[in-house]
């Protein structure tokens, strides 16, 4: 359903050593170049494709993790050096490293990196890995720092384990045969990792204390109004009415009017 | 002359209006509450997460007081009509009472709101959730519970499974970033519990790792019950001002 580049298509780590000699470009035999058919490749690497870069199509969530990115497979990038073996640089320091460094020595190992190499391979894989054109529907990409359980293994130097910082991280794609390097992609755009934050920086919402203070605050404000109004009205108006200037004027005819609404005896002594 | 009368219609008139929107608001708070609580369903998990109880008990005092209201209003309104001083003063009276009992749910109510904040959510989560493999379902308590959580509303996280890659966790001390990004029960899985795709949920391609967050299945019962707070404190702040408008009535009748 998809091609993983997780797993390499040739087996481990026998391959590097075919490319032990390192490969001084310049005055060297060119018999294996000029027999591509690239006429302007005269042991100088060439540049091919388009630089790595992280996947945007499909979306991933786990594009970039914190020990982890996710690139698209180089494919139709390298169509013309079928014999060549593809790797994938990886650095932190894009202009420290040499095209003719060798995969698989201490020079180039990923349990060196970072604190002692600046830069490690991993990742090889033929030609044959990377078919082209890529088949409409596969997702196709290669996820840098997915190898755990090799990460600290210095038998295995090609590792493809976690990355151990957050970058940023330059990458490209280099491809050897025996003669050394003979095409490369040009470096990537700066790939940032992801830091997580410690969880105690999450603010737990003061609104809602806020919100709570203001209804606290206003309902023991108002039902103390209305425990000292009903002590007032009990107190001032215990038995008899005091507000009756306001229900009734002193005109007599108003308060026979007042009378039929309320049972009302002995107003006069009440007057 | 018919001044006074105009005036003791008029007062008349609006308590009686008062006491007919509380009485509708006291069926409104008991519909909103038998609501919470009867989809606390829903909440539960995340409740025996959070270990909280409390929020029932507001909504439980709710019903009550939203019966007690619509109760007293008519026994406001009949009082009104009849000025009976005593009927006025029991009315007066209850009505404190209830008053009180209300005040008691909202602040409750108020005070639970946050617990119930994703943001509360999300750093519980990150700090009490640790390892547990899908298959056998080991892990402690909270964990289990969220397990639960997560497969019943397939769901990953509070706000999603970026929750485990922006904060540090628990679950990140004894997880390694680059085989568990997220833990294993965000991927869709099997019919036996296991993963549909390792390598797809690993680097979280759409549809073998569940995307949304939590949070968003339970927040239908955090707003009604943020309703309640909020509208018991509406409900509160109108009678405060018919009580005292029946207090002045009270004080202006002659029995």
């Known amino acids: 359903m998809w ?13 590097p050593q075919q490319h032990s000699r390192p490969g001084h470009r ?12 690239l006429p302007a490749a005269r042991g100088t690497v060439v540049t091919v494709g388009p630089e790595p870069a992280l996947t945007k199509d499909p979306q991933l969530e786990g ?12 494919r139709c990038v390298f169509q013309n050096y079928s014999d060549a073996v593809i790797w994938l640089v990886v650095t932190n320091d894009k202009d420290a490293f040499y095209n003719n460094a060798t995969p698989g020595t201490p020079e180039t190992a990923f349990q060196n990196f970072p604190d002692k190499v600046s830069a490690y391979m991993t990742l090889n894989v033929t030609l044959p890995s990377y078919p082209c054109p890529r088949p409409a529907g596969d997702i196709t990409v290669l996820r840098v720092g997915s190898e755990t359980s090799c990460a600290k293994d210095m038998s295995r130097p090609t590792c493809n384990g976690p990355l151990p910082g957050p970058g940023p991280y330059w990458v490209k794609f280099l491809a050897l045969n025996d003669s050394g390097p003979v095409a490369e992609t040009s470096w990537s755009m700066p790939i940032m990792l992801r830091t997580a934050q410690p969880a105690s920086n999450i603010s737990t919402g003061s609104g809602y204390r806020d919100g709570m203070i203001a209804i606290t605050t206003i309902l023991s404000i108002l039902f103390a109004i209305l425990l000292a109004a009903l002590l007032a009205m009990l107190v001032f108006c215990g038995s008899e009415s005091c507000g009756s200037s306001t229900f009734s004027k002193a005109e007599s005819v108003s308060v026979r009017r007042y009378n039929t609404h309320h049972v009302y005896d002995q107003p006069c002594a009440r007057l | 002359m018919a001044k006074s009368d105009d005036c003791v219609h008029i007062l008349q008139g609006l308590l009686v209006f008062g ?3 509380i009485g509708m608001c006291g069926i409104a708070l008991t519909a909103e509450c038998i609501y919470v609580v009867a989809n606390s369903h829903g909440l539960d998990p995340l409740l025996k997460v959070t270990e909280n109880s409390d929020i029932y008990a507001a909504a439980w005092i709710g019903i009550f007081v939203g019966l007690a209201l619509f109760v007293l209003s008519i026994l406001g309104i009949i009082a009104v009509i009849k000025a009976s001083r ?29 617990s119930l904040a994703p943001e509360f959510l999300l750093k519980q989560m990150l700090n009490g959730y640790e390892s547990s493999d899908a298959a056998n379902n080991s892990g402690n308590e909270f964990t289990k519970t969220w397990d639960d959580l997560m497969r019943q509303n397939h769901c990953c996280g509070v706000k999603g499974p970026s929750d485990w890659q ?29 993963p549909l795709n390792l390598d797809g949920c690993k680097l979280g391609v759409p549809g073998y790792y569940k995307s ?29 001002c018919v009580l005292l408008g029946t207090m002045f009535y009270w004080s202006g009748i002659e029995d």
């Open chain 2, 86 to 114: 005593t009927l006025l003063l029991v009315y007066i009276i209850l009505m404190l009472i209830t008053f009180a009992f209300e005040m008691a749910s909202c602040i409750t109510a108020a005070t639970q709101q946050e």
């Open chain 1, 26 to 37: 310049g005055a060297r035999t060119m018999l294996p170049l000029l027999l591509l058919l």
């Open chain 2, 166 to 194: 922006e904060y540090t966790s628990a679950f990140r001390d004894t997880h390694s970033d680059a085989d568990y990004p997220w833990p294993r029960t965000c991927c869709v899985m099997n019919e036996e519990q296991h």
């Open chain 2, 212 to 240: 949304n967050g939590c949070y968003d299945a339970i927040s239908g019962p955090v707003k009604a019950y943020r309703g309640v707070a909020w509208f018991g404190f509406a409900i509160l702040c109108w009678t405060f």
């Open chain 2, 19 to 21: 006491n007919v929107v």
């Open chain 1, 3 to 15: 091609a993983d580049g997780d797993h390499r298509r040739v087996p481990g780590d026998k391959e």
């Open chain 1, 63 to 74: 594009v970039t993790t914190a020990s982890t990115f996710v690139l698209d497979q180089p």
